[in-house]
């Protein structure tokens, strides 16, 4: 076999996405760092039970799992970090009080998202757990749309949704959770027909509501539509409120709705967002509410939090790689090795020339080389 | 079960050793550039095959083993990054000349190397590959020192070996291979009794001298001594020259020489070298010459480098946590968002008091607040 051969859907980073890579995860991370959020990294491998909240298949699915050598029991390899940062607020950090967090590490995945899509994404994230207020929500997002400017993106869209609408539609028709799932599936695929024949039973007004789903996209017409087809409902209505008072805050943003996007819908509590920039169909970022998920680690908190995959988005991005480096000489000379230290503190990359290796510059990517001129040492190009 | 327990050796980061984790982790990365070396990062999971170099059977059992559902076939997470960064360089960047690369990333172990090990040590790195001169070796050595002194370690000990040593005496002693690792792992485990044993029926003076290993730790003398019990074997020689050109040239570090410390004997091909901190009775980094690995990747290349735990750095160095954090509070003042971007532009962290949650910037970790002042948004000391 030939060794050198990845697996589908696996790649190496090498040295100029590398590079990019590592300058916009510190520009991002520095920018959660200014805005008070603190970094965790939870590990890569827990037991499978820690890494699975309640009714995830999908992310069951995803998680690669093991035997772990010295209990037996089977661990899993993370395919997403929030429900451990999660666990890490309700659990291990224990605050009363609002608590920001943010990360950014690898997560596996089984099988790839999309055609495109790695099976080893650079998950990062960041989270506020402690704020019910909608006030959360409205830092989350902004901080979303500063995240995606530092990578030179420009956000196309950012789509918010609510999740209290879909719930409270399927509470109304009385299905059970088999039910509410081909339904939760038909509106993902925005499958008309099928929605129409698992709709046929449900009396009115929640048959043309959950029929109408599929159309609510788009500003804020689409509220004033779905108010139009349920009156008087409490939870539908304090959603739409929700929304309402969110897209008047990020004004300068270009936000609009969707109300059948429900990604992330077994976890997701309340709003939810998607962001999409230009060149990219799918959302570049997603988010949302998820005030339930620490829940399983002994203590249910208010959470709101997005992610997105570093790789995709340096992918997107236009920002460059690496300025050339400098060759140096392999030599003894103190005023040469004075003048390499001031350079590489000057955030210079010098590489010395190994003897019998001067050759070599051009690959290793040297656009300037060190001389020595009447007694001084002076950058050179090269080409 | 309680959910949030981890596996065995399996940790939590939590934000303070976080924040001095990543500190460091940039610190060494922006090292490595400056000396030239460009960042590369392989994937988390290979083909089991394509982890494994030949003969490295205590790699094998350190590797995590999964089912690959895309292919059928039997996948490992990595243990070691040096063979895949051996890989992109034989077979992805196939450069002719020197090339310098450097990574960090997680690897997985599926049982610690020690009591306090982790299973999920953060390895940071850097080779050199392409070129088999004793310079190579020096740059590589040197910059680990540099290295460690970037995490405020005092580097106690370099102790300097050479595979060259112990091969040459084998194969003058005419052993197979299972009496080789036999005999490898009496001298890795300074077991005398069992030494004398094993080298009972080796004829002189390759017994003598292979008893004397244990022992042939120190300065030069050692090097001395080696060659008065081995004389005329040029192997033995050319290896005892490599390490006094390397001793002279290390000349202000605190170097010394250890000819029974072999390990990674099973990879590595001339030079090995090891670094030892205080208050830390392990190795702190280690390292050595490589020279074959490329080969089943395609293409035998010269190579040195050394790696070491991040982690463990971390936690023997003396460096702070981050500082403190600025509280604002919830307000649509643009004086006040003015100060707020400006302290985050300076480097300062500012957390935003959400609505209702006020009191709780002790345990989020803010020291000074932005108040309003005659119409002057000003820090203020908390406590």
Known sequence: MRRWLLPEAIEDILPNEAARIEALRRRMLDGFRGHGYEMVTPPLLEYVESLLTDGAHDLDLRTF?????????????????????????????????????????????????????????????????????????????RLLANTLALADLSTTRIDLGHVGIFRALVNRADLDDDQVEVLFGALQAKD????????DGISEPVRSALRALPDCYGGSEVLDKVLTLVKDDAEVAAAVADLRQLAAALAGLPVSFDLADLRGYHYHSGVM??????RHPNAIALGGRYDNMGKVFGRARPATGFSMDLREVVRLSENGGEAGKILAPWSDDPALQQEVARLRAAGEAVAIALPGHDDSWREAGCDRRLVKHDAQWILEALN
Do not use: M, W
């Not at 029991?73 to 009080?97: E, F, M, S, Y």
């Not at 008309?192 to 709709?199: G, Q």
């Open 273 to 278: 967002f998607a962001a999409y920039c230009a």
């Open 65 to 141: 799992k093991l035997v772990d050598q010295l209990s037996g029991r089977t661990l899993g390899i993370r395919a997403d970090i929030t429900p451990q940062v999660a666990r890490i607020d309700a659990h291990l950090l224990n605050r009363a009080g609002v608590t920001r967090l943010c990360y950014c590490a690898n997560v596996l995945h089984t099988r790839s998202d999309s055609l495109t899509a790695t099976r080893e994404p650079l998950q990062i994230g960041a989270e506020i757990y402690g704020h019910a207020g909608i006030e959360a929500d409205i830092e989350i997002i």
């Open 192 to 199: 008309v027909p099928t929605l129409n024949a698992l709709t």
